[in-house]
């Protein structure tokens, strides 16, 4: 491992400068810090200052005091992963510099484009996010493990509660429970034959050598990826959709295109690209099948009626509302009661909420139901007919132990959390080499003992 590469724990992405700075081709000026027997090199900390301003990454306090103390704070915990023997999961590496490097290619434009900006050849471009990830996953093993043991109880929270200052207590906004129902307008027959027989020609026109895969899907393609040619890049089956998936592990000529595939986002057809392990990357064509409006107020009048019978007629209620006509598979099974992804509970801002739902609960009280709308579903960007029940409103408060238990709690986790890792690393910067050279001492450091007597 090349250990000169530095550590991309500053910020999410490394700037190309980063990259050409590490090369082999250019002269170190001088060391900044010693860590053990590992160099900081100044060029890494002008490097990491012009990543964290590339990203726009706020840094408190002097960068020159700030970066090359976060730089030794993670060799730290990279010298006790070595102790420990911690690996890392190359196949998880290797997924998640598939994603990185399909992010780079979406927003520069083409793989071309990517080695133009990093001025280095796609393959070095992978190896350096594969070392940087191997060490962020090190990183985050070694701070679990020191943290593993923790132990809440609830007085322990209670007793941490009540010694925050009330200016530490956190101010809650406005949250709401919601349930959902949703119901996909019928489409005709004829509009989806015409989408497939519009497929059908693409693919005969790519078999025949008359129209190149990545042209048509440029031109015609519906997917995001369409304006790169439909590639989406190297993925695991457990990245793509079921059907999807299914056809293109299958697929083994490139020069050939599968049959027609339908998923929750449309109909497809997929050109293999190039298989690497597990992983696959292809192009695809997606169209999706136009929905009229008639079918919108088809769909609309059918689920007004649904909530006809639950709040006039009273014989039905919304869970088994639910149960019989929602087609939303994300909700469908839990009565459809709505999951917040962002921290794993049933409460959301409203913010959190996709704007169409935020709007139609805003003046609801708990226990009312919507009148039916048109919303878009936000995985496949298609208009479905959506009703939803507030289950719960807790307005903006401050923080307390009887509404926000979960939230002080994990408060608590963190502040308890931090407070081991400082201690380990107090220790640790005791019983290490440290040099800080002339002109790099004159710091207020965030952790004390870097400089020895």
């Known amino acids: 491992m090349n250990k000169k590469f530095l550590l991309c724990g500053l910020a999410l992405l490394c700037a190309a400068a980063s990259l050409f700075a590490q090369s082999g081709d250019n002269v170190i000026d001088e060391v900044a810090w010693m860590i053990g027997d590992e160099p900081i090199y100044k060029s890494e900390i002008e490097q990491a200052y ?38 890392v999961q190359e196949s998880m590496v290797q997924m998640q510099v598939d994603a990185q490097m399909n992010f780079l290619i979406t927003n520069l434009g083409s793989r071309e484009k990517v080695e133009q900006y990093f001025r280095k050849s796609f393959p070095d471009i992978r190896e350096y996010y594969a070392t940087n990830m191997r060490n962020r996953s090190r990183v985050e093993q070694v701070r679990s493990s020191l943290t593993k043991n923790l132990k809440v109880t609830p007085g322990d929270v209670r007793r941490y509660f009540s010694k925050l200052p009330s200016d530490s207590i956190p101010f809650v906004p406005l949250q709401v429970e919601v349930q959902l129902i949703t119901l996909n307008p019928v489409i005709p027959r004829q509009e989806i034959d015409d989408v497939k027989a519009r497929l059908r020609e693409y693919a005969d026109r790519i078999n025949k050598g008359e129209s190149e895969f990545s042209t048509l899907a440029i031109l015609y393609s519906e997917a995001p990826e369409g304006v790169r040619g439909g590639e989406i890049g190297f993925m ?8 999807y998936a299914a056809v293109a592990f299958n697929l083994n000529d490139p020069k050939k295109v599968s ?35 008639k079918d919108k107020e088809e769909a609309l009048a059918r689920l007004d009626s649904v909530r006809t019978d639950i709040v006039d007629k009273k014989t039905l209620s919304f869970d088994d509302a639910v149960k019989f006509v929602s087609q939303d598979k994300d909700t469908r099974m839990s009565n459809g009661v709505m999951v917040n992804s962002a921290n794993g509970t049933t409460r959301f801002e409203m913010s959190e909420l996709p704007q169409e739902i935020a709007k139609a609960v805003a003046g609801m009280q708990p226990g009312e139901i919507s009148e039916p709308f048109i ?33 002080i709690k994990t408060m608590y986790e963190n502040a308890r959390s931090q407070e081991i890792i400082d201690e380990w690393l107090a220790n640790k910067i005791k019983n290490t080499y440290v040099r800080i050279e002339e002109g790099w001492r004159g710091c207020e450091f965030q952790h004390k003992g870097w400089i020895k007597n």
């Open 50 to 87: 012009m990543d964290l301003q590339n990203d726009r990454m706020p840094i408190p306090g002097d960068p020159y005091c700030y970066i090359p103390e976060q730089i030794a704070v993670e060799r730290l915990f990279l010298h006790q992963a070595d102790i420990d023997t911690i690996e």
């Open 236 to 243: 695991g089956r457990g990245q793509l959709v079921p059907e």
């Open 375 to 407: 919303m878009r579903n936000s995985k496949s960007d298609r208009e479905v007919v959506a009703m939803v029940r507030l289950t719960s409103r807790l307005d903006a408060h401050q923080a307390n132990l009887a509404d926000d238990y979960q939230t």
């Open 259 to 293: 049959k027609i595939v339908e998923t929750e986002y449309g109909f497809h057809i997929i050109q293999l690209i190039e298989k690497r392990g597990d992983r696959i990357n292809t192009r695809h064509i997606l169209l999706r099948p136009k929905v009229a409006d």
